[in-house]
C-alpha cells in the first residue's frame, strides 16, 4: 500500500511566477482535492481512469519509480489484473526515450529483439486503444515538455499521437505546475 493524496484538476490560471516555491505553492492550492491521505493500492494506476493522462509525484526517494516498476511487473508476471492490453515502460532519464521524436524511436528502447515496425503499427491502428504508457522521471527530461519541443512525450501528452492511449508519469514536484496542462489527476507519494 501506498499513501497518496489525489488532486482534481479544476482551470485555474496558471502561475507566471519566477519563483519556483510560489510556483510550488500555487500548485499544492490547485484544484479540488478529491481524496486526501487515503491508501490504495499501487494496482489502482492499472485501472482505465476518466482522466487518460496521471501524474505520481514525491520527493527524490519516496518510492515513485519503484512502484511503477512494481506494478508493470506484476503485471508482466501475471500476479494482478489490468486493464490494459499493453503496458510499457519508459525511463525518461535513458537517452534513447529522452531523445525520440517518433514512436518508432520510442519503441527503440526496447532494443532489437522485438519487432519494432510491427508494435508500431499495432499501436497507430489502435490509436493507443487499451494501452498504458509509463514514463518515469519526467523531472529528468523538462525541456521534452517545452512547447518547442520536438519530443514524443509532448505529441502524446497533447493526444497528437496515439489518443487513446493511457499514460502515466513520474516527477518530483517541480515539474508539476508544467504539466498541469497535459492532465488531472495527482497522485502524490
Not at 482534481?8 to 519556483?20: I, L, V, Y
Not at 505553492?25 to 476518466?50: M, N, T
Not at 508476471?77 to 531523445?99: A, H, N, Q
Request: some cysteine; proline content about 3%; aromatic content about 8%.
Amino acid at each position: 500500500y501506498v499513501k497518496l493524496a489525489i488532486l482534481k484538476n479544476e482551470p485555474s490560471a496558471k502561475s507566471t511566477t519566477g519563483d519556483q516555491s510560489a510556483v510550488l505553492d500555487h500548485f499544492r492550492d490547485w484544484g479540488q482535492k478529491s481524496k486526501v491521505d487515503c491508501f490504495i493500492k499501487p494496482e489502482e494506476l492499472l485501472k482505465k481512469s476518466a482522466d487518460k493522462t496521471r501524474v505520481v509525484f514525491g520527493q527524490a526517494g519516496m518510492g515513485k519509480t519503484t512502484a511503477l516498476k512494481y506494478v508493470t511487473r506484476q503485471v508482466a508476471i501475471s500476479k494482478c489484473e489490468s486493464d490494459f492490453k499493453v503496458i510499457l515502460y519508459f525511463p525518461l532519464r535513458d537517452g534513447t526515450v529522452g531523445s525520440a521524436t517518433d514512436l518508432k524511436g520510442l519503441l527503440s528502447y526496447y532494443g532489437s529483439g522485438c519487432d519494432i515496425a510491427s508494435v508500431e503499427k499495432w499501436l497507430l491502428e489502435r490509436r493507443g486503444n487499451d494501452v498504458l504508457l509509463v514514463f518515469d522521471g519526467a523531472d529528468e527530461a523538462k525541456d521534452l515538455l517545452s512547447e518547442n519541443s520536438q519530443s514524443v512525450l509532448l505529441r502524446l501528452l497533447k493526444a497528437r499521437l496515439l489518443p487513446e492511449a493511457s499514460i502515466i508519469l513520474s516527477s518530483r514536484p517541480g515539474v508539476c505546475p508544467d504539466l498541469q496542462d497535459h492532465c488531472s489527476t495527482f497522485y502524490e507519494i
